[in-house]
C-alpha cells in the first residue's frame, strides 16, 4: 500500500513530501543544506565577520538550487562566479595547507561545516539520479554544488588556521600510496 496525505494540514511537513521520484529526496537534502549553512552562521565567531557575509550570501542560494528543477532556475552564472571567486580568495588563505584530505574535526563550526560538504554531496547525488529519471537538470545546479562543497572544506581550513588549529591528515588504507618492495 503506497503511502499518502492524511488531508490534515499538521499532518503535511512539505506538499511533495510522499512522491516516489528523486526529485523529493534532492529537495528534502537541499533542504538540509540549508540548515547546515544557517547552524554555521549562528556557530561563527564574532571576528570573522567576511565569513558570515559569504555564508549569508549563501545561504539563500541553496534554496535557490532546492526550487530550480520543480520550478524556475534561480541561479545563474554571477552565482557561481560569485562563489568561485569567494572560493579563490580563501584558497589563497590557506595556500599552504591545502594537501590532501583530513578527518573532519575542529571546534564549532568546523565540524558544521563539514556537515554542510556532506549535504552538498548528497545533492550533487540526488541531481544525478533526477537526471536518470529523465528530468532536466540545468547543468548550474550541480556545478555551485560541488562549488559550494569545496568552499565549505576550504573554510575549515580557514577557520582552523585562523584559531592556530591544525587539522589532522586521513591517510587512506584503500588509497594510499602503495608500499614498495625492497
Known amino acids: 500500500m503506497a503511502l499518502k496525505p492524511t488531508g490534515k494540514l499538521d499532518e503535511l511537513c512539505y506538499p511533495f513530501i510522499f512522491e516516489t521520484s528523486s526529485l523529493c529526496d534532492f529537495e528534502v537534502v537541499t533542504d538540509e543544506l540549508c540548515g547546515h549553512i544557517g547552524a554555521v552562521l549562528s556557530l561563527l565567531p564574532d571576528h570573522m565577520p567576511d565569513i558570515a557575509q559569504d555564508l549569508d550570501r549563501l545561504q539563500p ?9 520543480r520550478g524556475r532556475l534561480a541561479v545563474d552564472e554571477a552565482d557561481i562566479a560569485w562563489l568561485q571567486s569567494r572560493q579563490d580568495h580563501y584558497r589563497e588563505e590557506v595556500a599552504e595547507r591545502i594537501r ?13 561545516l563539514h556537515l554542510a560538504r556532506s549535504a552538498a554531496k548528497k545533492a550533487i547525488r540526488a541531481m544525478v ?29 580557514v577557520i582552523n588556521q585562523r584559531r592556530g588549529q591544525t587539522e589532522t591528515p586521513f591517510i587512506s588504507k584503500s588509497y594510499g600510496r602503495p608500499s614498495v618492495a625492497s
Open 61 to 69: 542560494l541553496a534554496f535557490h538550487v532546492n526550487g530550480s528543477i
Open 129 to 157: 539520479r533526477v537526471d536518470q529519471e529523465g528530468k532536466e537538470v540545468p547543468p548550474e545546479l550541480p556545478r555551485l554544488c560541488n562549488l559550494m562543497c569545496n568552499f565549505f572544506f576550504t573554510l575549515t581550513l
Open 100 to 112: 590532501g584530505f583530513v578527518l573532519p574535526r575542529g571546534d564549532v563550526p568546523v565540524p558544521q
